[in-house]
């Protein structure tokens, strides 16, 4: 079994090393390959990635490549989780909304589109370039948008999953507040990427008892408190949103707080500063706790349950993000979802899903409609394209702001955006 | 052919008396009844009215009557123009709101879903009398908001039809800058009430060539500054959204208009009472000038159009609130849209629509979910209900102002709300 | 000795009367008079009082009238401690600034102006009635906004003093914190009404040690949570702002929080209805611990200490509202400065000030320039000063905010005002 | 007669070399020292110059040089038009503060402090290079904010005056709307540099008739659009106030426009870079049109009266920037103020001014205020001197953003800043 993972000179990656470590009974890795083009940091980033397989005892082998096609070679699966234009793009697309009163974030609101915009054509070029090599590798997306990027893969005709960390997390937090194996917990949960509720939580299987009423009366404050919302929301809803629902539910208090503070990429950026001083100590041979901080948590569990079910077959459920085919009436076939799906060797499968309330589907299929004209402009460019898909999204949808934001977008992407 | 004006004593209602005077040819009424539960202003308005019908030499008997069933009694056609609470209850919906930075308008955002809370109740209460005096009269709604009024007729199971006066005005607009009689512009209408665009002007006929492209070429500044629009908006979409779209594409800038102006109601408050002065001069037969500026443009010619074709079983195709019925097929059936549709004696069936645009077609049904919940909440009452409503609605979509709006709604609005 | 209060139906009394027991060795009243309109309340208070101070064994008699001038007839003092408008005023002036995103506070921004107007009139009116019928009365006025009330009562050549619970409130918290008598603190507390800052705290005379760093030192917390203020703003500037300095320094969030909570108004309000209830009650003999919610603590305590120096010529420091002459260098002479000041039975004579900050001077002359204003527009009418006054606010100093909060004013409080 | 131009490098330079050739008469010079450190652009500007002085047949000698104290020596005048950092900087300073609401400007609020910053240190050094080596001359400030530059330089014990071309503006602007020639017009003009108000406009001299009420009657509409500001205000307070105070009394305004469109610093790059290429043409003998659009209009007329009066000791009236005196009596003797004052070869000394309203004697109270702060952090620096410049400026006044603000500002201007 071979992986490659594109991006692999990532600072993140000895998370996903270390889980690919602990969980190799799941996932028995013969070779795994780290694909990326800057040769510094992907030095730095193998040396500690073989020592934690050394220190593990992990049979496979660790390569690096700045060759995709040579790396991603003969692959079962390739991991994709790369980040175009590196932490000052992200200090960017955090920045230039404020400036409008509009919330400024990577892989939502303005921001958001300006990463799918640098981000699609990239993945599409390495995605036709596995193909040619590769030609049977699943690829298993975690770069953001990842809704988007996952429909630009799925269009294109491409064996393409999504991955985000925030189902696993919350599946881990739950079992961790009612003391159950993380395996025991069933979530209702249902959106789009990073626009996720979770409608139930059972126990023992999809259609255990739902303790989620239960786990919001004894913990709603530490929950809420997790989400950086106020507690009456989940109290009031009955649903946990995801952290991601902030930019939404607290719109203004989060451009308040952004435009006061430091932005997150200028904190990972110094983190990240760190981390690679960290790596390159040749004594160091697992995980620093400093990473913990970066983001990310059990993404590494999530990958390698997924890369599991796809390469050994296994049919159990995970939360990934796939074509809705029917699952939600009222989205398109070909618009991308976030719902638990049966996975094995053929792909993914949504399993049915209870009808929803209005108040999350109104803002599910306008997001949607977001995403549509989002992909349309980063497949076809254009100022006019990027216009449409701004003036769309419920956090902007002013002519005024789309405008200025656009210019915006442009003049700080413009050395991303071929046709710009 | 007896017709009932609930609300008939609104000032506006000469407006509506001149054109079933002009237009008696069309929809020959015999027996018209105003019914009003305020006495004074029936009077003065009653007496106008049939100082306008004599001076035009129409046979029609004009009465007048508080009593809602006597009024009815074997009508043919039943109109709703009523206003639960007057100007004063308007002139709340369109100033607390602006509080929360959050525009205060009678149709849209929270001063809508007042109006919604008040007006169901009432109108539903009218709807079932009616429907035992005069089981087989249509009921045709002016009253705002039309959307969710004529859904709860519906789906009470009433013999409904809603009916706006944006499409008519466009149609005349247009016919104006072409220079054509209105009856040769086919509209491409579509959305929900208050929420619609014109996508198409068709000359001669619903598959007449599309004039739209040239209209904005040559007259977009001036369609632009009738809407309160810039031009770029109208040149950019290459549609021509309605007036209220303001409310969307110019959210903020409106809020700041509102919040350093005299409120609409307060300016219609003052007017009325200069009406109703007028029509108290018995040497008044005709409708007065002032009256134009109350808004309200050709509402008599598009209600006597949409009762001839229902009374008279025509068959012509006319802009109404109907059923859905796979009309947009990202909507549920028993959503009501506003589009052009057949009109007979057996009610209205939509023209099939084009796709959407998802710039259009995202909007539309994120408001249709916020319209499922105002329902809701005027239906079954209730502090959580008004919140969901809120908290869906584009415009507000923040916790914390859906909280304050929702405490505001109903400290405003308790004589009203049977349930607070 | 004599002492009228006016506006002694407040529900706010029967702190005053409990003062006037506790500390009747300062202050021997022997004849208290509580005059005021509203009779019902009168009552209510009166009867009350009278309960307390039997109870307390205080030998004065407490006597109620409607009538002003038998009331304060050959009084030696009497206390202004009216509202013009009442609660509902108050409520206005919470609520109508904020539709232009402006404070809504009933002493400062545009509610304070609007309060201002009201009141002007008013208390001149009650003081030259005074005059007439108690020439040698000293007037204290606790009547809001002090500063300006005491500048037009000291301009009409009255025998004035305005008087605030600010500084005896702080005297009294430092006091706790330090864990010494009350009396042992002298502040240097500096500024206009509502607009100042605590610059020492100095232990056992006026030249006694500067314990402030110590406090904020080891007390910062408490000290800011209590201002409502972060604590880094207190630790920065090493001194304590009044708690209406909020209103500047977090004007923006001061304005979010009122926007989307009960105004302060509607919680009095309720209050005062339950106090009422209370007061009827003939077993009550002391006020209830419902009293203290409703704010001004030591008021009291500070009243009976001004009148009893300014009664019995004791030549003591205390921090009252009078004349600049000279104290603050960039003032005018006529300017009403809120300072410790020397009091006996001559009047009030400010200390000398040590040199202010450019970051404190550069606001009090702003808001004195604005005071300038506010009285001008207060004694002679019209739209054009109350627009200059509201234009010249460092809250609002923007034209279209001026404009509108112009007409918001004008229209909330016709009833008050003789020239709209 | 030998005059220094520090700065001379800049695009504008030829304008100022157009004045002193058509104005050669007032100002005889025959030596004209262009300094600047940017070899490339001196090079091309003064290659112009020497072109601009032959074609009008100028006597005096042009020369340039990057060589401070050789350029300088033995100058009668020194004038000081540099800009530190650029228009990259001042870029900056006109986006950063947006993104916390607050005005984008490189001469008022944060963006102003942030030139101050960067200018006064480097105008002080050149300043005792120019004692030491020419310790007659005059210097003569354009640089911005030059009030705050003024002061510095009159601190330090330069024979400093600080110049602004706002008020010759209005004289000429006023002059053709009357029809006479500019120097019958005189001016009431007060304040501090780009914080002044036209109280009065005399013909013939300085106690002849004020046609100001007169001027706004009739041209009032005029008056204001050039003031980007509406009508009402003009009329409203009867005095016509600099274009910058639009940054008070539209404040918000402002910064929307600012947020949704380019920055005023990326189109005179822009046209920077246009201009130089029309420098390096050979057959170019004239200032360019395109230079018009540039701003600063009348700035070489204004320098060559200065520098003659000054020189030829004249004992006219100009407005100058100088120290306070006394001539407004609320502020302290060493501020800084923009007021008419006789011009002599001793210097300049304000002609008395009439009484301020207090609308406009607030404001500028507090804005000297803020200038003491500037003037102590750009001397001493520290982010805490910083923090409290921004506080007391009545555009930010709020903790909040003043501690955002600061963080901005050094994150900025680190290079700047000697002590960042």
Known sequence: MKLAVVGGGST??????????????????????????????????????????????????????????AGV????????????????????????????GCVGQETTGAGGLAKALRTVPVVLDIAERVRRVAPQA???????????????????????????NVAIGFQRKFAALLDVAPEQVHLDHVGLNHLTWERAVRLGGPRG??????????HGAAIAADLHMP?????????????YLRYYYAHDEVVRELSTSES??????????????????????????LLAKRGGAFYSEAAVALASSLLRNTGDVQVVNTYNNGTLPFLADDAVIEVPAVVDGTGTTPLPVPPLDPLYAGLIANVTAYEDLALEAALRGGRDRVFKALLSHPLIGQYEYAEALTDKLVAHNREHLAWA
């Not at 298993?140 to 991955?163: C, E, M, S, W, Y």
């Not at 008892?209 to 004894?218: N, Q, R």
Request: net charge negative.
């Open 209 to 218: 008892e739902d303790v989620l009423p239960k786990l919001i009366a004894e």
């Open 231 to 243: 507690r009456e929301i989940v109290d009031r809803l009955g649903v946990v949103p995801s952290y």
């Open 73 to 100: 070679a003969g692959a079962d699966a390739v991991l994709l989780q790369l980040r175009v234009g590196g932490q000052a793009a992200r200090n960017q697309d955090e920045t230039w909304p404020l400036e409008c």
């Open 264 to 289: 997150r990429a200028s904190q990972v950026a110094a983190m990240e500063k760190q981390l690679l001083e960290m790596y390159g100590d040749p004594a160091l041979d697992e995980k620093p706790e």
């Open 12 to 69: 993140y990656t000895p998370e996903l090393i270390d889980g690919f470590a602990r969980l190799r009974d799941t996932l028995p890795i013969e070779e795994l390959v780290l694909v990326d083009p800057a040769a510094d940091r992907l030095e730095l980033v193998g040396g500690l990635a073989r020592r934690i397989f050394a220190k593990q005892g992990h049979p496979g082998t660790i390569t690096t490549t700045a060759d995709l096609e």
């Open 138 to 164: 699943w690829i298993i997306d975690f770069t953001n948008p990842v809704g988007i990027v996952t429909r630009a893969l799925l269009q294109a005709g491409h064996k393409a999953v999504g991955l985000c």
